[in-house]
């Protein structure tokens, strides 16, 4: 009974722990992440769960009982596709729709397989994106389809970078100079008109607003050590953007 007890308990903490790495690796608020992880805890059996998240790593212990672990988050995207199925299973759980394995399983299904959006889809959704920005922002229709095409390689090389070398903030850095590169050349081409309005467009698909609102939401929900963690994320992702632009603007 009793080595059939710790399994169990080794379980819990797997599933909990797994649901807590996909949900803060996929840009899920803590305030989210906290509220489900203590729902799945108790749903488990687990009355009094002792559970600490912050972007980096989850600890969870079982009260009188010799059952603790650590789970490192090692990145950070947004993939809210993956939180909404996260949530899902949990409900399920709740439920008794799903036994604690078989939510395990499903766990580590939405981990390896949840869709996500196809490159070139994302390279369409960053071109318009910019385009329209741009002429909300008060610029001529002659900078429509340049800053579309800007934004568009801004995003290609910001993605490449990021999927390829795992250097935080280094592609946000170099996406900005192609960016403001681009941006002047095409304006002194006169292929655009306005090279700030431009460079504000194609910049838009790399601000960190999910990030950034994510921050405030963890602040005011009590969160501080993840909130600053966050704040100061979105805010090294600002400079590197901003000092990619500058640099150009600069020498050119």
């Given at each position: 009974?009793?080595?059939m007890s710790?399994k169990?308990?080794?379980?819990?903490?797997?599933?909990?722990m797994?649901a807590?790495r996909?949900?803060i690796?996929?840009?899920?608020?803590?305030?989210?992440?906290d509220?489900?992880?203590?729902?799945?805890?108790r749903?488990?059996?687990?009355?009094?769960?002792?559970?600490f998240e912050?972007?980096?790593g989850?600890?969870?212990s079982?009260?009188d009982?010799?059952?603790?672990?650590?789970?490192?988050?090692?990145?950070r995207t947004?993939d809210?596709?993956?939180?909404a199925?996260v949530n899902?299973?949990?409900r399920a759980?709740?439920n008794k729709?799903?036994?604690?394995?078989?939510?395990?399983?499903k766990?580590?299904?939405?981990d390896?397989s949840?869709?996500?959006f196809?490159f070139?889809?994302?390279?369409m959704?960053a071109?318009l994106v910019?385009?329209?920005?741009v002429?909300?922002?008060?610029?001529?229709?002659r900078?429509?389809?340049?800053?579309a095409?800007?934004?568009a390689?801004?995003?290609?090389?910001?993605?490449?970078?990021n999927?390829?070398?795992?250097?935080?903030f280094?592609?946000?850095?170099l996406?900005a100079l192609?960016?403001?590169?681009?941006?002047?050349?095409?304006?002194?081409?006169?292929?655009?008109?306005?090279?700030?309005?431009i460079?504000?467009?194609?910049?838009m698909?790399?601000?960190?607003?999910v990030p950034?609102?994510?921050?405030?939401r963890?602040l005011l929900?009590?969160h501080?050590?993840?909130?600053?963690a966050?704040?100061?994320?979105?805010?090294?992702?600002?400079?590197?953007?901003?000092?990619?632009?500058a640099?150009?603007?600069?020498?050119?």
């Open positions: 009974m009793i080595e710790q169990t308990d080794g379980l819990i903490i797997k599933t909990v797994l807590g996909i949900m690796e996929s840009g899920a608020d803590m305030a989210r992440v509220d489900t992880l203590k729902r799945i805890a749903n488990a059996g687990i009355k009094d769960p002792k559970i912050t972007t980096t989850i600890t969870m079982i009260p009982r010799h059952e603790a672990q650590v789970e490192p988050i090692n990145k947004i809210l596709e993956k939180v199925r899902d299973a949990s759980f709740q729709q799903l036994s604690l394995p078989n939510f395990y399983l766990l580590i299904a939405i390896v949840a869709p996500f196809a070139y889809w994302q390279l959704a071109a910019s385009a329209t920005l002429i909300m922002y008060g610029a001529s229709w900078d429509f389809l340049p800053t095409l800007v934004g390689l801004g995003y290609t090389c910001f993605y490449f970078i999927s390829r070398y795992k250097i935080r280094v592609s946000e850095f996406a192609l960016i403001g590169f681009s941006a002047v050349m095409l304006v002194r081409f006169n292929l655009g008109y306005s090279v700030d309005r460079i504000i467009g194609a910049l698909p790399l601000v960190p607003g950034l609102t994510n921050a405030v963890d929900a009590g501080i050590l993840s909130g600053m966050r704040a100061m994320e979105a805010i090294l992702t600002a400079c590197a953007l901003g000092l990619g632009i640099f150009i603007l600069k020498f050119m």
